[in-house]
């Protein structure tokens, strides 16, 4: 997966339905962090996640993309080149809006935002997707009537150990935990987590440690901090902390949807993108993993920043800004946490963007 100039690539998700690329292909250049357009591909309808797998032959690269539409289906595409190649053809989740996708287990999961559940579909050894076996819906509702009727599954994603999945539920305000069957990928029920009703939480990010994880939440600009015994496969909310300042939340201020959570690789610090305030915060983890205080926050370098992502080195933070069109990317101060930006490419609609 590297350039003929030794560069990494990175791969960038984006609205087509808002005049995005697609799946955008770029080089990452090793000593700046900048990236550089390959090539895209249109051929997905709002790719707005990815995710990097193998498969093919020896060597072989696929990604897997949601298709974010209603009904919803998912992508696998070969990206050994620089324009990614389908694999195969769109598979429907027999979901409506899926928003995230995982590989566990040998298969391809989505959480599937618009009917609230979770989707299994099988990978074949050459990458391609198979039809959906298995279907997990959601039940329950929150408190807010506009956001939380039904269910909303924004995430799901296995656990360190690899033993667990997790689905983060907007909807309903809780982190629910399965165990994949082996034979036939089923999500299996083992426990649900509820968190404060009226949270919307959207994303989860595990610590270094394997034993905490944060919980960043939509539909109040907070993360809660929670213990993880994967022994058990128990999840534990034990704290809860702003991630905006008081005077970005108080009366009058613009309203503000935290997207996403990264956990730096030293377990030191948590980012957090926020939609709105058009922010990222920068919050200190203590030694023991379950306490986080806000530091600061930083322009996000765009507008709406759907996503946040740390580069493989550790070093840098990328923020996908939707509604600005573009791929911000910071340096990271190593003794602060503070990330500077250092430059920026045009991509409309991003959505998201990951790393090989």
């Not at 408190?143 to 150990?161: F, I, K, M």
């Not at 997790?166 to 036939?184: F, H, M, N, Q």
Request: contains cysteine; glycine residues 14%.
């Amino acid at each position: 997966m590297d350039s003929s100039n030794g560069a990494g690539r990175a791969f960038i998700g984006s609205f087509t339905s808002a005049g995005g690329r697609g799946i955008t292909v770029a080089a990452v250049d090793q000593e700046t962090g900048a990236l550089t357009v390959l090539g895209a591909t249109d051929s997905v309808p709002d790719p707005s996640y990815l995710v990097l797998g193998r498969g093919g032959g020896p060597g072989g690269a696929v990604l897997y993309a949601v298709s974010e539409t209603e009904p919803g289906a998912a992508a696998a595409l070969d990206v050994t080149q620089d324009v990614p190649r389908p694999i195969g053809a769109l598979q429907p989740v027999d979901g409506d809006g899926p928003t995230h996708l995982t590989l566990a287990g040998g298969r391809l999961l989505t959480a599937n935002y618009g009917s609230g559940s979770v989707t299994v579909l099988p990978v074949s050894a050459d990458g391609s997707l198979g039809a959906a076996d298995s279907v997990l819906q959601h039940e329950g509702s929150g408190p807010d009537a506009t956001r939380q009727e039904g269910p909303h599954a924004h995430q799901v994603l296995p656990d360190p150990s690899g033993n667990w999945v997790l689905s983060v539920d907007l909807g309903t305000d809780s982190v629910r935990i399965c165990a994949l069957d082996a034979e036939t990928g089923a999500p299996r029920p083992h426990g649900e987590t509820a968190l404060r009703p009226g949270t919307g939480p959207r994303h989860l990010a595990f610590h270094p440690d394997g034993a905490h994880a944060y919980v960043l939440n939509e539909l109040e600009p907070t993360v809660t901090v929670c213990r993880w015994d994967a022994a058990a496969g128990v999840l534990e909310a034990v704290g809860e902390t702003p991630v905006l300042p008081a005077e970005a939340t108080g009366d009058g201020a613009a309203a503000s949807y935290p997207s996403e959570a990264v956990v730096s690789h030293d377990g030191r610090f948590l980012w957090a993108a926020n939609r709105g305030h058009d922010s990222i915060s920068v919050l200190g983890l203590d030694a023991t993993g379950e306490k986080a205080s806000l530091v600061t926050t930083v322009s996000c370098g765009g507008h709406w920043p759907r996503d946040l992502a740390l580069d493989p080195t550790g070093r840098r933070l990328y923020a996908a800004n939707e509604r600005s069109g573009n791929v911000a990317w910071f340096a990271v101060d190593p003794e602060t946490g503070i990330p500077v930006q250092e430059g920026s490419l045009e991509a409309p609609a991003a959505s998201c963007v990951i790393f090989a």
